[in-house]
């Protein structure tokens, strides 16, 4: 006797430990990758799965094994047309021909080529790494879409305590009339009929005639009633639940930057993991989520994501330009009724003299009402970072925004200088209760 | 062709499959296979999978369960980005040699490729795995699962006892030693792993009870002791190290002194393992050779008695042309001669000189031509050959013409390869023994012994290459390698590359010249 067995409830998964202790082998090298990755891509596309290409280093697993290009070799291949004994074939390139290099080639192709794609999970752990997020955050930044059952139509499968019973009723009295199901009440007037003939003391053949053919019928209608049942399988119905995304508001994330000269690619790395941030955030809250990025020099302007990241203008700095530009921009199409409205400026402290004060005006008097959360942070050289960390002191912007960070209690800042500083700005985004009440 | 209308034979008709109709059709089989071809089987034991089952199953080298390691994880995130990518599709079964005889057929397959499958891989691998030579010899069916549970659970509890990061490089020098690791000629002792168990704990236990603090107080060996009692020391400790010898994971399990109890019994884990799968390496050609020809067969005989429609048998034949499908060498989807391809042909050749025999295969073949029994000269030949042994014996001029096969000879020096032989009478001999040697592990491994080991001075391993043909280490490989086996050995290593028949020294390395 076969012994069938099947398998397929087990639990799949069986690799995922080893798979978690491939990825812990090579995290230097997937480090490197995801930050590239970082900074080459979208602020969106940060948290989707990766398909990384990782060079063998580190995980390379090695043995005795022959080299290729030494030696000398015989082969058997199949499909030979026109060659006969002696025939001379050129080696095309070096180290490798149609048949012989056809081995080595396949297993570099395997070593140089090892693709895989890393999980949403595994790419936010990684992104998270240098971030010093604390752990309830990690997790609850992970957090996928949250899903609620919500009534979709009927289904003929489903568990008992689905079942419609007024849908499953209507179709068992369809299904009754058109089999013709015979009625209890037919079935009982033939019964007393056939009652009454049989009481009667001395029936006439016509009589008994009749008896017998009632008899006939009420036998038949039983047996029909047997067949057609009451309720079959068939009329059952289920009500059936789709899992829908639970619905949410509209969010709008602001992302200022300087991109005067004095912003360099390490400034420019450290500002994306803040914007990044704020958008895992924000995605974790709301369903649709606008991004608008405003740069500027001595002028704003709204640009696409690439132009924001990626390339430089020249020019003084006045950070009221971008501040108006937001403004602006609320104005025509996110007006914040219908939107919810958060900023993240990054900037290296830079300003025009006597900007700032239009800054503090500007948010003090209008932004500040609009937004939900106004994130600043000052991106530092790491050397100052140490003077300037503790202190009130600093540029003049800095210096102007601590006016408002004392007015507003949805308004926050810090200074910068490793990706490590960055989750304060946003602790109270995280803290438990994460209403954001204003103040004042 | 109008018994066909009788559908009263037939098995299935559908294309889903269920319970009742594997075991309809798995009864079926069976009586032909073991009533017709005279089949001998172990106890089957067919396990139904999803892809994702499949997957894991690739990773743990085909096995249900074994030790954690990364490398398997490796293996794992590789195998699964080329199916998510769909540059490659999935077995549609994979059988496990052991007693009962596993075989896991995917969900996803019709019933056809069910009864393919079945045929295939529950009769086929399953009589060569039971009865040829070197499976017997060398593998263990009726105990390996249960050492593979042992084995999982023994690195398991090391790694909880010692750590990860004690346990893992001890795997990682072990895996890069498995080619090394196989006794090629004597045979292994058995052991169960009950006995394995005891084994283990009766030796922690000994230690343990034979630990003694006075052992440290005795005085050390005087350095002027008399040299000739220690020369004669040495030759007797070399003559019990059994050198030279070419399974090295097993030299240094017994012989590194560095090593804790639990690091040999990783070391032995890994070798046993290699063990295993070393008989599967050597019969590629024919293990599958014999599963497709079992197959094939059988489909043919239960179509005959009606018991497969004309759909399920165009089906079957489908896939199979697939299985057997041969690019030549200068197709883009050449990668190689296709095992499956060439131990088919050979087995329907064989049938065919069996039973038809021209008077070429006559001289060729005079002990079994036209003896009119395939069924026996088959089984015989399933039984006693590895793939080199069996092309040797078995490749007939008829099968060198109908893949047109010829011989390439490559000099890395030279600038061209040369034709040495085709398809012709002067070439079918050389095609045959180059052909055979190809498949011979022995040949194709670089053959690597531990030579001496420097006992009295500063223990020093050496190690000898045998080159043959001009071909040596690639030289990265082997320098990471090398680091590896020092690692176990825990003192200087050298590896030596000498010329086979000149005895001339091509190379000569050392660990203590790497950088480490």
Redesign the interface.
């Known amino acids: 006797m076969?012994?069938?067995?099947?398998?397929?409830l087990?639990p799949?998964?069986?690799?995922l430990?080893?798979?978690?202790?491939?990825?812990?082998?090579a995290r230097v090298e997937l480090k490197r990758v995801i930050n590239e990755k970082i900074s080459t891509e979208k602020i969106t596309d940060v948290d989707a799965g990766h398909?990384i290409s990782l060079p063998v280093s580190g995980?390379?697993?090695?043995?005795?094994?022959?080299?290729?290009?030494?030696?000398?070799?015989?082969?058997?291949?199949?499909?030979?047309?026109e060659?006969?004994?002696?025939?001379?074939?050129?080696?095309p390139g070096v180290g490798g021909?149609?048949?012989?290099g056809?081995?080595g080639a396949?297993d570099l192709e395997?070593e140089d080529d090892?693709?895989?794609?890393l999980s949403r999970e595994e790419v936010l752990d990684l992104f998270f790494e240098d971030l010093e997020l604390p752990d309830m955050v990690k997790s609850s930044l992970k957090e996928a879409i949250a899903f609620k059952p919500r009534r979709a139509g009927f289904t003929t499968a489903g568990a008992p305590t689905n079942i419609n019973v007024g849908r499953s009723m209507r179709n068992s009295f369809g299904r009754r009339i058109a089999l013709r199901r015979p009625k209890q009440a037919d079935l009982d007037a033939i019964a007393d009929e056939v009652a009454l003939l049989e009481a009667e003391a001395k029936p006439s053949p016509a009589s008994l005639e009749h008896l017998a053919e009632l008899r006939r019928e009420l036998e038949v209608l039983q047996r029909r009633r047997k067949l057609v049942a009451y309720i079959d399988p068939v009329d059952i119905r289920f009500n059936r639940f789709e899992p829908m995304p639970v619905p949410n508001a509209n969010a709008v994330m602001f992302c200022l930057m300087d991109v005067s000269g004095s912003m360099g690619e390490r400034e420019k790395d450290l500002a994306k993991r803040f914007f990044v941030l704020l958008h895992l955030f924000l995605k974790r809250r709301y369903e649709r989520i606008d991004i608008v990025f405003i740069r500027h020099t001595h002028q704003a302007h709204e640009v696409d994501e690439e132009t924001f990241f990626h390339s430089t203008q020249s020019g003084g700095t006045v950070v009221s330009t971008a501040l108006e530009e937001m403004r602006r921009i609320i104005e025509d199409r996110y007006p914040s009724r219908d939107w919810n409205i958060y900023a993240a400026q990054a900037s290296d402290g830079d300003n025009l003299t006597g900007d700032s004060e239009n800054c503090v005006n500007l948010l003090n008097n209008e932004l500040m009402k609009l937004c939900q959360y106004y994130a600043y942070v000052e991106i530092l050289d790491e050397r100052e970072s140490a003077i300037f960390r503790s202190t009130d002191n600093g540029t003049s912007l800095w210096r102007s925004y601590r006016l408002v960070g004392t007015n507003w209690r949805n308004f926050q800042m810090t200074r910068i200088a490793k990706p490590g500083d960055i989750y304060p700005v946003f602790h109270q985004l995280f803290a438990k209760q994460p209403k954001t009440a204003k103040s004042g | 062709m109008n018994k066909r209308a009788d559908t009263s034979n037939l098995l299935f008709q559908s294309s889903e499959w269920n319970f009742n109709t594997l075991y309809r059709t798995y009864d079926a089989i069976k009586e032909i296979a073991l009533d017709e071809l005279g089949l001998d089987v172990y106890p089957n034991q067919l396990e139904i999978i999803s892809s994702e089952q499949m997957l894991d199953a690739y990773s743990s080298n085909g096995m249900p369960l074994i030790y954690r390691h990364w490398s398997f994880g490796k293996h794992f995130v590789y195998e699964e980005h080329h199916y998510r990518k769909g540059h490659r599709g999935l077995a549609y079964e994979l059988v496990i040699n052991s007693n009962p005889c596993i075989t896991y057929l995917m969900e996803e397959n019709t019933m056809s490729m069910q009864t393919l499958v079945t045929a295939h891989a529950a009769f086929g691998h399953n009589h060569f795995f039971k009865n040829n030579y070197l499976f017997k010899q060398w593998t263990d069916a009726d105990a390996i699962l249960n050492y593979m549970e042992f084995a999982k659970g023994y690195i398991a509890r090391c790694e909880e006892k010692y750590g990860l990061a004690a346990v893992e490089p001890i795997i990682d020098a072990a895996h890069a030693l498995m080619e090394q690791a196989v006794f090629r000629y004597n045979r292994p002792p058995r052991n169960s792993p009950m006995k394995e168990r005891a084994r283990v704990r009766d030796r922690l236990e000994y230690e343990e009870r034979a630990f003694s603090d006075l052992w440290r107080t005795l005085p050390q060996r005087k350095a002027d002791e008399d040299p000739s009692e220690i020369e004669r020391d040495l030759s007797e400790r070399k003559k019990t190290l059994n050198l030279p010898e070419e399974n090295l994971l097993y030299f240094i399990e017994k012989n590194s002194i560095i090593l804790e109890p639990w690091q040999r019994e990783i070391l032995r884990i890994v070798r046993v393992v290699a063990q295993y799968f070393y008989p599967q390496r050597q019969t590629k050609v024919m293990n599958e050779g014999c599963a497709t020809f079992v197959h094939y067969t059988i489909m043919n005989m239960m179509f005959d008695k009606g018991q497969l429609s004309e759909g399920n048998l165009l089906e079957m034949l489908h896939s199979h042309s697939n299985v057997v499908f041969q690019p030549g060498f200068d197709d883009p989807r050449f990668s190689g001669l296709n095992p499956y391809a060439l131990g088919f042909a050979m087995m329907q050749d064989i049938e065919r000189i069996c039973t038809e025999p021209t008077a070429e295969d006559r001289d060729w073949f005079p002990e079994f031509a036209g003896n009119g029994d395939w069924r026996g000269t088959l089984l015989d030949a399933w039984a006693n050959h590895r793939d080199e042994s069996f092309i040797l014996q078995y490749l007939s001029p008829a099968l060198i013409r109908k893949f047109r096969l010829f011989a390439l000879e490559d000099e890395t020096k030279e600038n061209h390869y040369k034709v040495s032989s085709i398809h012709n009478e002067r070439g079918y001999e050389r095609i045959r023994s180059t052909l055979a040697r190809s498949y011979d592990i022995g040949v194709n491994q670089p053959n690597i012994q531990v030579v001496d080991v420097d006992f009295r001075g500063n223990r020093h391993l050496h190690l000898q290459h045998t080159v043959r043909d001009g071909i040596v280490l690639d030289e990265h490989a082997r320098t990471a390698t090398l680091r590896h086996v020092r690692r176990l050995w825990g003192y200087d290593v050298s590896l030596v590359g000498v010329e086979a028949g000149s005895e001339k020294i091509l190379y000569e390395t050392s660990s203590s010249k790497l950088a480490e």
Do not use: C, H, M, W
């Not at chain 1, 076969?2 to 397929?8: A, G, L, M, V």
């Not at chain 1, 430990?17 to 082998?25: C, E, I, K, V």
């Not at chain 1, 995980?59 to 199949?78: H, K």
């Open positions: 076969p012994n069938f067995i099947d398998r397929r087990n799949k998964d069986k690799s430990s080893n798979r978690q202790r491939f990825l812990r082998r398909a995980t390379s697993e090695p043995s005795f094994s022959p080299d290729r290009g030494t030696g000398r070799r015989e082969y058997v291949l199949p499909g030979n047309r060659f006969v004994l002696g025939d001379r074939l050129p080696k021909g149609a048949g012989a056809k081995g396949a395997l090892f693709r895989f794609v």
